[in-house]
């Protein structure tokens, strides 16, 4: 039997019986839910946090000054059911809650031994006004959460702990992740935190976010990290004027997934995310923070597919009067030490990274715009559309992915100019990165790649040289050329149309010196090239007024 209360005024203490509240329910203490109690909130049901605690506007802590003064909290702590489902012209409306230190959560739902004691609904309400200090709006552990078709309009953000949530059709606004943490005050520094557990996140909208620490979205250590259809729109990292830590300003980023066995972002939107800036510090510039969309590290499995990232901007650096600070870099996707990876079909596109900063002796070096960054993983990079100035995609020296690989898997590599790297291999494998699209002539095409064809001990990227997409569909495209170096003997195999045809071969060294030149009228053709020294080489096919040429490397 519930107990039905209409209008509750001035209440704290412990519910240890099954409650309703509707119409409005006044706070004026901390509220406990006992394990095993079931508390709903009903359809139209306001909270609201009592006024009896009035500012400090003239509080600091450390010298440093508080804008906003002190407010003790008021927490709901939840440890039965807690279920608080609006109707479709209704809402809930969670009003003027306020957290500082304690456990500071304004909704704080705990599960006492297993999942199977805490359920959560939270559906068809808006929640208004949530804030904590330093703390989420909303916290869960070993619960069962299901939130969906609400809205979460100013405040704070969720933090999860060994809890599965899943979150559909909600949308977030204007949510303060964490403010003012660097004194040891444990914020969550994201808009949506969960460690442990799994994490279900589906077509949801997330605007305006003010960012401590990372990414909006923050999982670690799940087994299931799934992002389906959402948005994230406007996301900043705070700057070292706003909350100075030691080194610099904070990063910003769309997703973050450390240590989850399984991943899966699928048709999302990353957009207008930027990286705090830093200030002039002790005479030391202080460095601008990264912004990037997606980050993964230590995960076992998963997919990138089809998502959006775009307008990134890394925070500029501080300018001072001994050095100034470097920009951060702006990033699209970064993966480390992760295996069993797919990252297809994504559209990067709009990185900028931050201004160094002026110094009096030095001045800080600019960021870098880097759409894909590879540690110590070897993923697919397939069908994805690059179009932003910098390094493109970036191999460190532990992995080789595969990127294009095939004719229906190619990527796409837009508006590169003069000093880009599409591809910068720095790792000791060869990297087969054949049926790309490049949207640049031929003879520029070697001038974006990085790679030591000069060091028999590194690896080379092998690579075509159609330039754009409509040229590699077109049923007319007359040949594919490929190479392979097998004992000091060069093997070319021809296909198409044309092989028919009498075909011009050459191969110039580095210099652009001609060293060989041969006329075929078969399809494959064998060269001796123990002869030549060893180094890099460019053989050229031409057939009429179509003309490939391709890199080799002579060991």
């Known amino acids: 039997m519930f107990l039905l209360i209409t209008t509750l005024f001035g209440f704290h203490g412990v519910i240890s019986n099954d409650t309703t509240w509707s119409d409005t329910a006044y706070l004026t203490g901390d509220v406990l839910v006992e394990d095993g109690v079931t508390l709903i909130i009903a359809p139209g049901t306001v909270v609201l946090y009592a006024d009896n605690c009035e500012w400090d506007t003239a509080w600091s802590f450390n010298d ?10 008021i927490d709901l702590i939840v440890e039965g059911n807690l279920k608080a489902i609006g109707m479709i012209n209704d809402s809930i409306y969670l009003s003027e809650f306020e957290g500082f230190y304690g456990p500071g959560n304004v909704i704080f739902v705990r599960g006492v031994d297993s999942l199977a004691y805490c359920n959560i609904t939270i559906g068809l309400g808006e929640l208004g006004a949530l804030f904590g200090w330093g703390y ?50 444990a914020g969550t520094g994201h808009l949506l935190k969960l460690e442990g557990g799994d994490l279900y996140l589906d077509s949801c909208s997330i605007f305006n976010t003010d960012i401590l620490l990372g990414g909006v979205i923050m999982a670690s250590n799940l087994d299931s990290c799934v992002v389906k259809n959402t948005v994230v729109k406007g996301a900043h990292g705070y700057g070292t004027r706003d909350a100075p830590p ?22 999302c939107t990353f957009d207008l995310i930027r990286g705090g800036d830093g200030d002039a510090g002790a005479g030391v510039g202080r460095h601008g923070g990264d912004g990037f969309g997606i980050y993964f590290k230590d995960c076992l499995a998963g997919y990138v597919i089809d998502n959006y990232i775009l307008h990134i901007f890394a925070g500029n650096g501080g300018s001072a009067y001994s050095c100034g600070g470097s920009g951060g870099d702006a990033i699209g996707i970064k993966i480390r030490n992760c295996s069993n990876f797919s990252i297809e079909g994504n559209s990067i596109s709009n990185l ?21 960054l590879c540690y110590n993983s070897s993923p697919e990079i397939t069908r994805n559309e690059f179009n932003s100035k910098g390094r493109y995609i970036y191999i460190d020296s532990t992995s080789q ?51 030591y064809y000069d060091d028999p001990t590194k690896g080379i990227v092998h690579y075509d040289n159609f330039t754009d997409v409509e040229e590699k569909e077109s049923p007319t495209q007359p040949f594919a050329l490929r190479s392979n170096l097998v004992k000091d003997v060069l093997h070319i195999s021809l296909s198409g149309s044309y092989t028919q045809e009498a075909v011009d071969l050459a191969l110039f060294d580095a210099s652009g010196r001609r060293v060989l030149s041969r006329t075929i009228q078969e399809s494959q ?21 179509r003309q490939v040429t391709k890199k080799v490397v002579i060991r």
């Not at 704070?156 to 059709?169: K, L, P, Q, S």
């Not at 900028?352 to 894909?372: A, F, V």
């Not at 720095?426 to 949207?439: E, K, L, R, V």
């Open 525 to 545: 053709a064998s060269i001796d090239v123990s002869g030549f020294p060893r180094g890099v080489y460019f053989v050229s096919v031409k057939i009429g007024e």
């Open 64 to 73: 440093k000054e508080h804008p906003r003064g002190i407010k003790w909290a």
């Open 352 to 372: 900028s990274g931050g201004q160094g900063g002026s110094g009096g002796d030095l001045d800080g070096n600019d960021g870098t715009p880097r759409p894909l």
């Open 246 to 267: 030691p080194t610099g300003a904070d990063d910003a980023g769309g997703c973050e997934c450390i240590n989850c066995q399984y991943v899966e972002i699928v048709n």
């Open 136 to 185: 989420p709006g909303m916290a869960f552990s070993n619960v069962e959460v299901s939130i969906s078709r609400s809205l979460f309009n100013d405040g704070y953000g969720i933090w999860g702990e060994n809890a599965i949530i899943d979150v559909n059709n909600t949308e977030f606004r204007n949510i303060y992740a964490s403010m003012y943490c660097e004194y040891g005050c």
């Open 401 to 451: 992915p595969v990127i294009g690989g095939a004719s229906d898997k190619g990527n796409r590599f837009l508006n590169a100019v003069a000093r880009d790297y599409v591809i910068y291999n720095g790792s000791p494998y060869d990297i087969d990165a054949t049926w790309n699209f490049w949207q640049t002539g031929p003879d520029m095409i070697d001038s974006l790649i990085f790679d």
